[in-house]
Structure formats: C-alpha cells, structure tokens
C-alpha cells in the first residue's frame, strides 16, 4: 500500500535548459537524437532524474507553448455514445473500465462549459513531445515498468517549451535537459537495474528516432 500513496506525491516535469547553434543543411527533418546522460540527484522531497539529449532538426520546429493546446495538441479526447452525448460514469457501458484518473475526469471543461460529472477520456498522446518509457531488469530480462498501470496511473511523457519563436524553418541542433521530479526513486527501484528509452516529437508530429540509455542502478548515476 505505500507504493499507492507514492501515486500523489512523486511526478512533475520541467525543462532544465537547452541550446542551439547554427548547423549544417544535410540535418534530417525529423528530429533526431543521441543519449549524452543520466543523472540521480537526491534532494529530501524532489529527488529527480536528469536525462539530456542531444538533438537536431532541420525545421527547428521543436517545442510546444504553453498555449499548444487546440488540435492536434489537445489534452484529451472526450468519449460520446452514438447520439454524440458525453460519456458520463454513471452511464457507463459495459466496456468503459472502473474510475481511474487515466480514463476519467471530474468536472471537465468542454467546449468552455463546465460539466458537472464524471466524464470518460481518452489522453492524446500528442499532447507531449518528449515520450520516456522505463525498463527494469529481472531474471537477466528487461521488462517494461508502465506508469500508467496501477496503483501509479500516471506518465513521465511531458512537453518541452519552443526553442524556436518563430514558424519559419531554420534548422537547429543542441540539447535539452529534462529533469523528472519523484520523491520515491530509491524506494521503488531500490538496487534495480534500469533503462530508460525516450523519443521526441516536433510540431508536425514527426517522432524521433529512439534513443536508450546505459543499464544502470540508481547509485551508479547519483550526482556527486
């Protein structure tokens, strides 16, 4: 039960840093990336991995804003019956799965409507930019640790800001720090042994290539 209550405390997301100089024209015009690190910081009640990438584009456009939330950047996709109503908890059919705060919201805002109910969603996976999944290591085998199982119902896929502010193309290359907050690293991986594979995505919903970093244990990568 205490991996449970781990499930409100441990996730958020920010952008550390990123940089860009001017490169050559044969750059690719989907994203593409290299692992360059992964870091443990312990820090009593934000403990965070560090993950950084190199990246280059030809188009530059990488980066969601804060206002990237209109199609196809849009949270969530709302699920309606064959009349076009709304899906509500109460009128669930018999294929709709029990309240979890991954397929349900409470009181959601629809066409700048509150609706007063339990509604079930779908989560647009475009809504991120920046998809990180976790592998630990068992018997010799690495299985895929999924957050959005329980008791976690989360994610570590996140958003990037734009590194450009202009639309117009112009190619651009550099590295982006994403740091993944959680104050139950150690309590959850312990001494495993873990791979972490990440992809990005630019605005035209080209995804990168996937990248994987070193099989490490915690200890191995705790900043110094």
């Known amino acids: 039960m205490r991996l449970k209550n781990y499930s409100y405390l441990l996730f958020g997301f920010a952008l550390l840093g990123y940089s860009c100089i001017s490169p050559p024209e044969n750059f690719p015009s989907k994203p593409e990336i290299e692992f360059s690190s992964l870091e443990y910081v ?31 950047f849009n949270p969530l996709v709302y699920k309606r019956d064959a009349s076009g ?5 109460s009128k669930r059919p018999s294929n709709a799965p029990s309240y979890n705060p991954i397929d349900w919201v409470i009181d959601p805002i629809v066409n700048n409507v509150i609706v007063k109910d339990t509604v079930w969603v779908e989560k647009n996976e475009n809504q991120y930019n920046i998809f990180v999944r976790f592998f630990i ?11 959005q199982d329980p008791p976690f119902y989360t994610t570590f896929n996140g958003r990037f ?28 991986f312990r001494t495993d042994t873990l791979r972490i594979d990440v992809q990005i995505q630019d605005r035209a919903l ?17 900043r110094k």
């Open 42 to 72: 312990g820090t009593p009640g934000q403990d965070s991995l560090l993950l950084t990438l190199n990246f280059k584009d030809a188009e530059g456009d990488l980066g969601l804003a804060a206002t990237d939330i209109n199609p196809p």
């Open 161 to 188: 800001p734009r590194i450009l502010n202009t639309n117009v193309g112009q190619a651009v290359e550099g590295k982006i720090t994403y740091r993944m907050l959680s104050s139950g690293w150690e309590s959850i």
């Open 137 to 147: 290591k068992r018997n010799g085998q690495f299985r895929e640790f999924k957050w």
């Open 85 to 89: 109503a709304l899906i509500t908890y």
């Open 206 to 222: 080209n995804r990168s290539n996937e990248v994987s970093s070193p099989s490490v244990t915690l200890k191995q990568i705790t």
